[in-house]
């Protein structure tokens, strides 16, 4: 692939990514068709086929792709959902393929085309890293891991990082031994895309900047995830299952999510540090302690790949970048600037979301200024990519404050408004298959939450307020179970 066209003639721009995460990648693609050299900086070794790169330690959870995800993926890379269905990656029907229990019952189920591709992250990053390799400008330095950002003698701008190479192996050429030293790679623009834990705040303040304040709302949510292997002989009518947890009554759920390859991954999690089992048995009985047993029945008979994973490192953190005076020629994005609770599956969207903005403002930074001139995109971009941010944000932090235990702040006045009316929504959805599509492009961020407020469901909501009437949950057991082979109960392990 050649050098992208809208590279100006004579340019000899650089960009580095520190972070070969989604959100890294991305950013990647868009920074490739305006710099002549990209540079992904990655501590880890990058696998050549779709493994867990060491450095991921939540890879092994479910990682759902939400719907205005797949769209922005689908822009950057055209023909990636073909080629993730060629790789095995489910076609998943929200509302069809993919039955719900929400907090009023089991909510509707109706072909909608509101459609992803259900796959591992594993599967997904390895493809976008193989488009990306295709682009003669980008580069990737593997087991390379940045110490420090690089300024000019007034600090006022970043123009480049500090880098060390890491060599794991036993025998050593001279080579490998030279890599091992500390390099300084210059760039016009760098980006931290280095998640959670970022190293931004110390790298900043160490050039003499504050760091930025943080707002952390965690509502100590744990999970558990196991894969298991579908027998030939599988049968059901779902493709894949949600069981909410339900405040003042339940504090757990659970997720059964199918990949390729003829595996799922099956992710059961608490709040309020109700946390899910590593071991064999406590993992079953949270299954069946859940408002369903179907996903009980599922785990108590499947053939299970993988060992049991747990992770709990899931608060919501804001780091108030577009607050803060930083360095030109420097921004931040994807979870080292927000990062929400994963029960919610906004994360790998929210990275999308971010290098649509990112690409967003270096097109008018270049309609404003020279093609070498980078002053005050640091600026632009980090205000709007907190406006981008904000809705799946509220979204997050609104479902978190719902339990007691929750710390890092009090629900608001609209908080707790948009609490009462969703609970009211939800109960609608069970019986209105308009007002629940509506609610999944919500979840799925290609409505904003206004959309609920939409006549037809606020009508419904204000009979529903009025007349004071309160739908009973229906039987959890009427979804009908899947029906496992005998020689699946037979290969318990």
Known sequence: MSVPHQLAVGSNRQAIVIGGSMAGLLAARVLAERFNQV????????????ETRRGVLQAHQAHVLLLRGQQILEQLFPGLGTELAAAGATALDWTLDCPMLD?????????????????????????????????????????CQATELLSDTSKTKVTGVQVRFHNHG?????????????????????????GRNSKTPEWIKALGYTPPQETVINSFLGYASRWYQRPADFQSDWKSIVVWSKPGENSRGGLLYPCEGDAFVITLAGLGRDYPPSDEAGYLEFARSLRSPILYEVVKQAQPISPIYCHRGTENRLRHYEQSRL???????????????PIYGQGMTAAAMAALTL????KEQFQRHSQDDLTGLTRR??????????????????????????????PDLRTRFMQRYLDRVRL???ESPVAFKVFIEVLHLLKPPTALFQPSILMQVLRQVITRRHQDQPNANELSLPKLPSSAVDSLT
């Open 103 to 143: 907090f009023g019952g089991w909510a509707p189920r109706f072909p909608s085309g509101l459609v992803t591709r259900a796959c591992s992250r594993n599967l997904l990053e390895w493809m976008i890293r193989r488009r990306l390799a295709a682009y003669s400008n980008v580069r990737f330095l593997e087991e």
């Open 39 to 50: 540079t992904i900086i990655e501590r880890d070794r990058i696998p050549d086929k779709p």
């Open 359 to 362: 690409e967003e403002c270096l």
């Open 428 to 430: 609608i959805t069970i």
């Open 170 to 194: 036993q025998n050593t050429s001279a080579a490998d031994v030279e890599t091992q030293n500390s390099a300084s790679l210059p760039a016009d623009l760098v980006v931290d895309a280095t």
């Open 381 to 410: 971009f980090q205000k709007q990519l907190a406006k981008v941010n904000h809705i799946p944000w509220l979204m997050a932090t609104g479902e978190d404050f719902r339990w007691p235990t929750t710390e890092g702040g009090q």
């Open 327 to 341: 360095p030109e020629n420097f921004v931040v994005l994807g979870d080292a600037v927000c990062s929400f609770n």
